[in-house]
């Protein structure tokens, strides 16, 4: 199979370190043909998949199950085990079983997950900093806020504080700060996700520069949306976190380009158009499909000078690569990489169609959006899963958990970095 790629450019596949692709328990939504599918017309060769299914990933079964439905992979997987308070019992076992990371919700989300009290999520931190994989936060809270308004409201008193309740970019600050503090006590390797505030850059940096292993990640919505978009996009962009002011967008911005904030991922977060459109915004589910757009919209941002296309493969391969022990093989600026590659066409334009998306869920905030720099083909470990872009049949199952390329021993760093400090310098 000749591959003319003739005006056309070979970048390393993406790897989405934050996808729900929903099965087993909410296949209406997605499931892992459909969610794989999307993925490999998107030009992502690896996704990191999140632990909020029924059953969740929170025991052996859970992780049986999971792999199970993960069978049918187009792309190559990391499956998130779920760390919470009361399965720390298990968590020796789901390693042994494959998990490639683990997920703690420190906040409410979709599926009912508990959040641990900080004593055990220092007790988890301990236990996972044991086998050295990285710990993926939902750094959301308003538990603090919460309960010393119950307090307050309870001994008859007003909170004078009230106020900060309803800024939950401080509250999220918070919880980003708390987590950093605890990575440090323990020495467990954390990564924040769905990052969508200013507030929460200056406790990445701060604990960055004292050395804790501390990652974080935006999406593509929150460096792409503001607050107007509740009355031009709708309640399709009902999202945890929400998005928000333009000055928080701005901030994004500067901590992509000075390195505070190290990757992109989507929180592919797909749900029936029906659950996505209901009347009372307050039941429209939260989230929406990105693994299939995340490429077009930010090789856009690529075609009008916005982001370096260097920058833009460190964001989507080179440095997830490095957070979740991938490297060299995925998605890295080295020899080595293991042909997980999306050839994309930079000039093609075309405008984005829920209609068109692979995702079960046919619903997107950036409906209609122009975008210059599609995806053409992607290949996972050296074969076509999609071909000029159409699916490739009989690729179902050809994606791989990544735990074997995890298990690779570490390379010897130096040799790496030169390469790619040639290439940036170039
Ligand atoms: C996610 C989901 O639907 O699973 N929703 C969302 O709005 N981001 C949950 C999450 O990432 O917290
Ligand atoms: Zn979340
Ligand atoms: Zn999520």
């Known amino acids: 199979e000749v591959l003319d790629a003739t005006g056309l450019h070979v970048l390393p596949g993406a790897i989405d370190a934050h996808v729900h692709f929903r099965e087993p328990g909410y296949t209406h939504k997605e499931d892992w043909d459909t969610g794989t599918a999307a993925a490999a017309m998107g030009g992502v060769t690896t996704v990191f998949e999140m632990p909020n299914t029924i059953p969740p990933t929170s025991t052996p079964e859970g992780l049986r199950a999971k792999l199970e439905a993960a069978s049918k992979a187009r792309v190559d997987f990391g499956i998130y085990g779920l760390l919470a308070e009361d399965n720390l019992q298990h968590i020796a076992a789901l390693v042994e079983g494959g998990v490639a990371a683990f997920k703690l919700y420190m906040g409410n989300t979709f599926g009912n997950i508990p959040s641990p009290s900080t004593g055990g999520m220092l007790e988890g931190f301990e236990v996972v900093a044991k086998h050295g994989l990285r710990i993926s936060l939902h750094a959301e809270t308003a538990s603090i806020m919460a309960l010393r308004q119950q307090r307050l409201e309870a001994a008859g008193r007003r909170d004078p504080l009230a106020h900060l309740a309803s800024r939950p970019a401080i509250v999220a600050s918070e919880a980003v700060s708390r987590a950093a503090l605890l990575a440090e006590w323990t020495g467990a390797r954390i990564h924040i ?97 990105g693994v299939e757009t995340q490429m077009p919209l930010m090789l856009t941002q690529v075609a009008q000078g916005r982001l370096s296309l260097t920058d833009y493969v460190r964001l989507s391969a080179g440095a997830p690569a490095r957070a979740f022990g991938l490297f060299p093989r995925k998605g890295a600026l080295v020899p080595g990489a293991d042909a997980d590659i999306a050839v994309v066409d930079l000039a093609a334009r075309d405008s984005i169609r829920a209609a068109g998306l692979h995702s079960r869920a046919k619903v997107t905030p950036f409906e209609g959006m122009a975008v210059q720099g599609i995806p053409r083909h992607t290949l996972v470990r050296g074969r076509f899963v999609m071909r000029d872009r159409r699916l490739v049949e009989g690729t179902g199952g050809w994606g791989q958990s990544v735990r074997r390329v995890q298990a690779m021993p570490a390379p010897a760093p130096r040799n790496l970095d030169q390469t790619t400090e040639t290439i940036t310098a170039r």
């Open 193 to 289: 996700l769905h990052i969508s505030s200013g507030d929460e850059l200056r406790p990445l940096r701060e604990a960055k520069a004292r050395g804790v292993d501390i990652t974080g990640e935006t999406c593509p919505h929150y460096l792409l949306f503001d607050e107007h978009a509740y009355s031009e996009v709708g309640p399709v962009i009902r999202v945890n976190p929400p998005v928000r002011e333009k000055h928080h967008q701005e901030a994004l911005w500067a901590g992509l380009a000075d390195g505070t904030i190290d990757m992109i991922a989507t929180d592919h977060a797909p749900h029936d158009p029906e659950e996505k459109t209901r009347a009372n915004i307050w039941q429209v589910d939260c989230g929406f499909p």
